[in-house]
Structures are given as structure tokens and as C-alpha cells.
């Protein structure tokens, strides 16, 4: 019986967990009045075990990552000449810096350009990762929004909104203040599981360009609102730390603003038509 | 083209690079190659970038990363691609004979942790044909669904999970001759 094709591929979509609901219950019947399809069944979900440990010892690539960046890099015409020169440049220093755990230091080199907006993201990462390797990532520590706001008074000219996310999974761990494009700005530090997130508040940058990015696993979301643009920084995955910055955004939006606005990707019409 | 594709392209694809790898790596069968491959998705996903809709991500570069590694087979392996349906059925003698089981007392895939073993399963893997392969290594390591998967390889469900089937029998029969 366990000899036939059918019942081999059946008992394979079984352990991957692809059978319907009643095609599983019909096959735990069989197996619990087979025991040779049991042991089959042991076999295959051996095999897998086996197979999935020989697979993860395959070793990742060192390099491909720098490679991929590099030639990305060039296979982008814009960033061969004009202002997407010195910036590519800028981006490439930073995120060397980064690799080499050098980059905390790395981001104040750039301060001085504070009417570029990639300047601003870098000062932006550089507060994060600063923060990062402080003894904490907040000067004050908090997760109660009612002392975190007050607290920026007088060390800011920007009250920030600090919404209390703790109910969703991302509590208030406490503030700091970050130099951004020269200015004290606040930043707001919460926490989701093991990881940080900081979002700094500035006030609106000119330039709406090059809004979210990824390097070497920590993600920059950016958007505005009012007069203010807000950067969210963390190792967190992409997605998280999208979900994140969507609930952020509505809670500052308020309960009554059920209105979802997409984040800024897209405001690069210039940039398209380069 | 400029800007956003390139943050799109930080977001969506550089995270996925390790994976992808594993997959060209597996495809070609070597570092080298698969680097080569890499940089080759990496760039049609980037032109690629701004018309790929929201959806899954991850199928949608895997898929990539497959079709560039298709395209490398052909031009530096034609012959494993041409003839990759034939896959020996090791497996298939013993599950009929039903001896691969009354044989041994404890599974062969469970002391497979020994380390000869292990060596003999990865070069039992390397050796399949490649749909065979592509197949086991985006359930086994990618864990895709059966779904996910014929999206990815362009083939019916009813083709994956026959090929997984093939492929597992035919690791099974590799491992139970061994024994022996």
C-alpha cells in the first residue's frame, strides 16, 4: 500500500501542510491504521529535517551585497552626473562607514551640508545609530507621553506629538535630542521586542526626494505632515517598520482621521522624468 | 527611474539577496556562478522595479533569481537543462518492494546527522536535475508553498508536488542504498 505513487505524494503535500482539511483527516486515519505508512511518514519528515540542515550550511556571500550596490549604482544614469554625483558619493562614504562600525562618526562629517536632504538622513541615521551605541538610546526614558512631550520644552523649538503605541506593540521607551541640518531636534525612541526605533522630527525639508531606504539592515522611512517631516529609523524589518510608521501616522491623524495617506514614494516626478 | 527605483530597490530587493543567493547557488552549483547570476537578477529587478505592482516580494524576486539562472544554465549547461526531466528513481524500487522500510530498524534520515551522511544527502541534492532541485530547495529552505512555488517556477501545482515526491523518493532510495 504505502508502495504507490499517489499515497507518496499525498503523504509529502501531508507533511508540508498542503492537504485540504479533509484530505488531512482522511490520511491521519490511514496512518493511524498503517504503521507502514507511519514509518514512511517518519522517513519523510526526517528527510526534511535532514534536507533543511544541509541547505543551511550553505554558506551566504560575503561580497554579493557590495557588489550588487556598486553596480546598481552605475546602472543608474542619473547618479553618473549632475547633483546625484556627490551624493552617490555620500551614500557610498556613509554606508562604507557603516560596514566598518565606523559610522557614528561618519554622519556628523556631513552636517555642514545642511541644505541638502541627504544630508538631513544622514545626520537622522547618525542620531539612530549614535543612539544605538550609547549606554541608552533615549536622554530620557519614559513610556509615559505625558512626561516625554514636556520634556522637549525649551531644549526644542518642535513640540512633537508622541503618540502611545504601547497597545499595538510598540511602547514609548523615551526621547533624545538629535543635531539635524545644524538644529536641536526632537527624536522619539520606541521599542518593539529587541529592537529601536527612533523617529526624528524636523522641521519640512524642501526636497521631497529619496524617501525610504534599507542599508545594511537598518530601514529609513520618511514623510511630512504639516509643516514637519518626520524620519523613522530601525533594524526592524521594512514591513514592520512600515506597519509602524502607518499607525503612527494615524493615531497622529486622530481616531477621527480614518483616511490612509501613502507614504511619499512616489514624489519623485522629477526624479522620473531625469 | 532614478531616485525612488533606486529606494525601491533598497527596500524590496537588497534584504532578499542572501536568499536569492541560495537559490542561484543552488542552481548553479558553485559561488562563483551564482554571484554572477545575482548581479544579473539584481539588475533585471532593477529595471523591473517600478512595475512591479504590491504583491508578494519575495516570489516575485525569487522568480527573477530563477529565470536568470535558467538563462545561465542554458548558455554554460545547456545539457542540464534539456534533459532535466530524467530523474533515476532510486527510491522508487524499495517503496515498491516496500524493503527500504522492512530492512532497517531505525529511519536512515534520522542518523543522517552524521556527518558522512549529511555529506552524501548534499551531494545526493546537488546531483538532481534541476527542476527537481529547485523544487525541494524552495520548500526546504525557502519554505514556500506548493503555490508560491509554481508561481515562481512556472509550472502547475500538480507538477510541484510531484516533483517534491520524485525528489524525496529518490533522496530516500540514495540514502537507503547507502545503508546497505
Given at each position: 500500500?504505502?508502495?504507490d505513487r499517489e499515497t507518496f505524494l499525498l503523504l509529502g503535500a501531508y507533511t508540508d501542510g498542503e492537504l485540504s482539511p479533509g484530505e488531512v483527516?482522511?490520511?491521519?486515519r490511514r496512518l493511524a491504521a498503517e504503521p507502514a505508512l507511519q514509518a514512511m511518514a517518519e522517513r519523510v519528515r526526517g528527510l526534511s529535517a535532514a534536507v533543511q540542515g544541509v541547505l543551511a550550511d550553505l554558506p551566504a556571500s560575503p561580497i554579493l551585497r557590495g557588489r550588487v550596490v556598486q553596480r546598481i549604482g552605475f546602472a543608474d544614469p542619473a547618479s553618473a552626473r549632475g547633483m546625484g554625483g556627490p551624493r552617490q558619493r555620500l551614500a557610498a562614504t556613509l554606508l562604507a562607514g557603516v560596514v566598518a562600525g565606523a559610522s557614528v562618526g561618519g554622519g556628523a562629517v556631513y552636517l555642514h551640508r545642511s541644505d541638502a536632504p541627504a544630508a538631513m538622513r544622514e545626520a537622522v541615521l547618525a542620531g539612530h545609530l549614535r543612539g544605538l551605541v550609547a549606554p541608552q538610546p533615549f536622554d530620557i526614558a519614559s513610556s509615559d507621553r505625558h512626561v516625554v512631550k514636556p520634556w522637549f520644552n525649551g531644549r526644542t523649538t518642535i513640540a512633537p506629538e508622541t503618540p502611545d503605541l504601547a497597545d499595538l506593540g510598540f511602547p514609548l521607551a523615551g526621547g533624545r535630542i538629535d543635531i539635524v541640518g545644524g538644529r536641536a531636534v526632537p527624536t522619539l525612541v520606541?521599542?518593539?521586542?529587541?529592537?529601536?526605533?527612533?523617529?526624528?522630527?524636523?522641521?519640512?525639508?524642501?526636497?521631497?526626494?529619496?524617501?525610504?531606504?534599507?542599508?545594511?539592515?537598518?530601514?529609513?522611512?520618511?514623510?511630512?505632515?504639516g509643516d514637519l517631516t518626520y524620519w523613522a529609523v530601525s533594524d526592524l524589518n521594512a514591513r514592520d517598520l512600515r506597519g509602524f510608521v502607518d499607525l503612527f501616522r494615524s493615531r497622529l491623524a486622530g481616531p477621527g482621521d480614518r483616511s490612509h495617506v501613502p507614504l511619499e514614494r512616489g514624489r519623485t516626478a522629477r526624479g522620473l522624468g531625469e | 527611474m532614478t531616485t525612488a527605483a533606486?529606494?525601491?530597490?533598497?527596500?524590496?530587493?537588497?534584504?532578499?539577496?542572501?536568499?536569492?543567493?541560495?537559490?542561484?547557488?543552488?542552481?548553479?552549483?558553485?559561488?562563483?556562478?551564482?554571484?554572477?547570476?545575482?548581479?544579473?537578477a539584481c539588475l533585471r529587478a532593477y529595471r523591473a522595479i517600478e512595475t512591479f505592482a504590491e504583491g508578494n516580494v519575495r516570489a516575485w524576486f525569487l522568480t527573477i533569481v530563477r529565470n536568470a539562472g535558467y538563462a545561465w544554465l542554458q548558455r554554460n549547461r545547456p545539457r542540464a537543462v534539456i534533459f532535466a526531466e530524467d530523474l533515476?528513481?532510486?527510491?522508487?524500487?524499495?517503496l515498491d518492494t516496500g524493503g527500504a522500510l522492512a530492512e532497517t530498524p531505525e529511519t536512515p534520515e534520522a542518523a543522517v546527522i552524521a556527518h558522512d551522511e549529511a555529506g552524501r544527502l548534499a551531494r545526493a541534492i546537488e546531483a538532481l536535475p534541476v527542476p527537481f532541485k529547485e523544487a525541494l530547495v524552495l520548500r526546504e529552505y525557502h519554505g514556500l508553498s506548493y503555490r508560491e512555488i509554481a508561481e515562481v517556477t512556472g509550472v502547475p501545482i500538480g507538477t510541484v508536488m510531484s516533483r517534491l515526491g520524485r525528489a524525496r523518493q529518490h533522496l530516500i532510495g540514495v540514502l537507503s542504498e547507502a545503508r546497505r
Open positions: 500500500m504505502t508502495g483527516l482522511a490520511m491521519e520606541y521599542r518593539r521586542d529587541r529592537h529601536v526605533i527612533s523617529v526624528t522630527i524636523g522641521p519640512a525639508a524642501s526636497d521631497g526626494a529619496a524617501v525610504d531606504e534599507r542599508r545594511d539592515g537598518t530601514t529609513i522611512l520618511r514623510w511630512s505632515l | 533606486r529606494a525601491r530597490f533598497s527596500l524590496l530587493v537588497l534584504p532578499r539577496l542572501d536568499e536569492g543567493y541560495r537559490l542561484a547557488r543552488c542552481l548553479t552549483g558553485n559561488a562563483t556562478d551564482a554571484e554572477d547570476v545575482m548581479q544579473e533515476e528513481d532510486g527510491g522508487r524500487a524499495a
